[in-house]
């Protein structure tokens, strides 16, 4: 059997805390163990540091993205084996493991050519200079430097790949090192791609390391330089933001978490429609994807009163044709989920939705006697109230609502009882009601996604994170913000202003 390590300071050694084995979620079959080790954070933490840190900011933002872009190049030349590497320990199928292997791909595509259109700079600019006082010498600045500390990455189980180098991507560039912490239970996937760069020697000694296991009291190490990352359930991002020295040292966090997210369906839209087609595939594919185990899938379907009956048997309809089984299968369209514990949570999740709503296909029943099966689940609340579990309860598996609203204000004031979400999408071709819509849950949201029929061949669907638009939500979702292009930097960097003599300004900031 596999044994997952770290590596830290520079060596791969036996990953950190209780031993535990990893497994297929199809069939149950071992895979992997990982754990049982004695490890020296505070050796790894000081090595990243020192080694790592001062590595990179050597460099420039133009060949840190060269760097990014070798590292993006020797993923994609060892594509099929992390495709399936990801189908075996993630039980997803291929198309859903070109999602999380080809995203992680890409994203650290997109960062190294964003490092490259920077240029030969060590720091960004933020805004223009502008004169300061009377003096026409005195100007004044601001401007983004890398910060000396580590970035520490503790991500979810439901994306081994995108989740470690969508962050790694941007505290890279940004010139910060990381030490990364996949979720056990599907971490087999990230120590693949962890052992390829490592024997690839793209990246500078210290840069990247990476934690097997658990953390340890690596958390209680860091300090007002260091960042943590956190992606995963609330209840452990507000574990980890209330750490004590997180608190004590005032250690810049971004927690991306639950969110209930929503699909608004208008009044204007006919079911012959493209809109009403791109709203259906959309749900579908949300519910489906992944086994629905996407922090960004839709839980929460609104639609008209008069459309409840029309959408639910359009959606049953498609969801007829998912194949739920082993994903090693060419047939099989939807896999498990992830674990045993996933299971009996999206089980029971579904057996509290039903408190408040009908099921009317699918169900909490056991699907097979081995493997970590769940039926795409569709319920149907006909009077939902925001105190409702619905609103409240997110089950991470293939499972939707849909309910009816009155007007726009009641399809906003419903999505906003999510408690502020990553992604929501409205689908309407009724510029007014979008309006409404949008105006109404932009506040409480990372993202608002608009199906029309402008778009409906060629959209990219609300579930797919892309690395140009930012990432994470208010309230429920974390409060977080990754991603965005040139945004996602500003986490791994500290803003400094300056002032002094204009023309060294501008030379400081490579704008002469
Ligand atoms: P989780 O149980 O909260 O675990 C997340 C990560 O935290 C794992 O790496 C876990 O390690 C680690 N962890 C748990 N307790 C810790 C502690 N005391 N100290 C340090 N690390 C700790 O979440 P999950 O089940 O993996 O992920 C599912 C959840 O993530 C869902 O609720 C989903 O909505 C959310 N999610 C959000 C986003 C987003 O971008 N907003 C993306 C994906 C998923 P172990 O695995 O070793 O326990």
């Given amino acids: 059997m596999i044994e997952l390590k770290s590596h830290l300071a520079g060596n ?6 209780k031993p535990t084995t990893l497994v297929n979620p199809a069939t149950e079959a071992e895979l992997a163990k990982v754990g049982g080790g004695e490890t020296d954070f505070a050796a790894a933490r000081a090595y990243a540091r020192d080694i790592g840190g001062p590595g990179l900011r050597a460099m420039t933002f133009k060949q840190r993205g060269e760097m990014l872009k070798a590292t993006s190049r020797a993923l994609h030349q060892k594509r099929d084996a992390l495709l399936d590497c990801a189908i075996e320990s993630g039980g997803v199928t291929r198309s859903d493991a070109k999602f999380d292997v080809d995203g992680a791909i890409g994203t650290l595509a997109f960062y190294g050519e964003l490092g490259e259109k920077i240029g030969d700079v060590k720091m960004l600019d933020d805004g223009e200079p502008f004169q300061l006082a009377r003096s026409p010498r005195l100007f004044g600045a601001h401007a983004r430097v890398s910060r000396l500390g580590v970035a520490v990455h503790v991500n979810a189980f439901n994306f081994p790949a995108w989740g470690l180098a ?3 991507a941007c505290a890279l560039l940004a010139g910060m090192p990381v030490i990364s912490k996949p979720a056990t239970s599907t971490a087999l996937l990230s120590f693949r791609i962890m052992e390829l760069l490592v024997g690839e020697k793209i990246l500078p000694e210290g840069a990247l390391s990476f934690v097997a296991g658990s953390t340890g ?12 990352a956190f992606t995963g359930s609330s209840s452990t991002g507000a574990t980890l933001r209330g750490g004590k020295s997180v608190v004590a040292h005032n250690v810049r966090v971004n927690v991306e978490a639950d969110s209930l997210n929503a699909a608004v369906l208008g009044p204007d839209v006919d079911a012959s429609s493209d809109t009403f087609n791109l709203f259906v595939s959309d749900v579908v594919r949300d519910m489906t994807q992944k086994t629905g185990q996407k922090c960004t899938a839709i839980r929460r379907v609104y639609v008209p009163k008069d459309r409840v009956a029309i959408v639910i048997d359009a959606l049953k309809e498609r969801l007829a044709l998912v194949k739920v089984g082993d994903p090693a299968k060419e047939e099989t369209t939807m896999g498990p989920v992830a674990t045993a514990q996933q299971l009996r949570d999206v089980r029971a999740g579904i057996d509290k939705l039903a408190t408040c709503a009908r099921v009317v296909l ?15 689940t569709l319920l149907v609340g006909e009077n939902p109230k925001p105190s409702d579990p619905v609103h409240n309860h997110e089950v991470f598996g293939p499972c939707a609502t849909v309910m009816p609203y009155e007007n726009p204000d009641d399809a906003a004031r419903l999505v906003r009882a999510g408690g502020g979400g990553l992604v929501s999408s409205v689908y309407s071709d009724d510029r007014d009601f979008i309006q409404s819509v949008v105006l109404g849950i932009a506040p ?8 029309s029929a402008k778009i409906a061949g060629q959209a990219v669907p609300p579930g797919t994170v892309m690395p140009s638009l930012i990432h994470g939500g208010p309230g429920r979702a974390g409060g977080g913000e990754e991603l965005g292009g040139e945004r996602g930097l500003a986490f791994y960097m500290h803003r400094v202003a300056l002032q002094g003599d204009r023309a060294l300004l501008e030379a400081l900031l490579g704008k002469r």
């Avoid at 699918?362 to 795409?376: R, T």
């Avoid at 409480?444 to 199906?451: A, D, K, Q, Y």
């Fill in 12 to 17: 791969w050694t036996p990953g950190y805390g």
């Fill in 166 to 168: 969508e962050k790694a």
């Fill in 217 to 228: 009291n690596l958390l209680e190490l860091l300090d007002g330089q260091d960042v943590l």
């Fill in 362 to 376: 699918g169900g909490s029943a056991p699907v097979s006697d081995k493997g970590f099966f769940v039926a795409p």
């Fill in 444 to 451: 409480s949201h990372g993202r608002v996604t608009i199906g």
